[in-house]
């Protein structure tokens, strides 16, 4: 059984910079997306950043939106992976969730998360001007 538990989150002024940590248990495929998504109060949950994860190695998927300020890696054992965000700003203010278990990642992830089956319980990230 898969489980995700998500820490790091917090407030802070914009510009500054926060790391967010997922914590993975129970992972038995060799290869599948795991990625982080974020929702804001009334609106949809959207993908930030993602990885691909294969015996080979990893693939890194993102949005526009955070190029060039996070950055998502993943430790040597594979169980824990991160977020680093860097200049913040208040339209980064959302609960952010640690998602897996989808097969792959492509060019959909970002707008399925219907298609993740394992998801942790989320950290808070706020973000003040």
């Known amino acids: 059984q898969v489980q995700l538990v998500e820490s790091g989150g917090g407030s802070v002024q914009a510009g500054e910079s926060l790391r967010l940590s997922c914590a993975v248990s129970g992972v038995t495929a060799s290869s599948y997306c795991m990625g982080w998504f974020r929702q804001a109060p009334g609106k949809k949950r959207e993908g930030v950043s993602a990885l691909f994860i294969y015996p080979g190695g990893t693939n890194v998927y993102d949005v526009d939106s955070i190029k060039g300020r996070f950055g998502i890696s993943l430790d040597n054992a594979k169980t824990t992976m991160y977020l680093e965000m860097n200049e913040l700003a208040p339209e980064d203010t959302a609960m952010y969730y640690c998602?897996?278990?989808?097969?792959?990642?492509?060019?959909?992830?970002?707008?399925?998360?219907?298609?993740?089956?394992?998801w942790g319980q989320g950290t808070q990230v706020t973000v003040s001007s």
């Open positions: 998602a897996a278990g989808r097969g792959y990642c492509g060019n959909t992830w970002s707008s399925r998360a219907d298609e993740f089956p394992n």
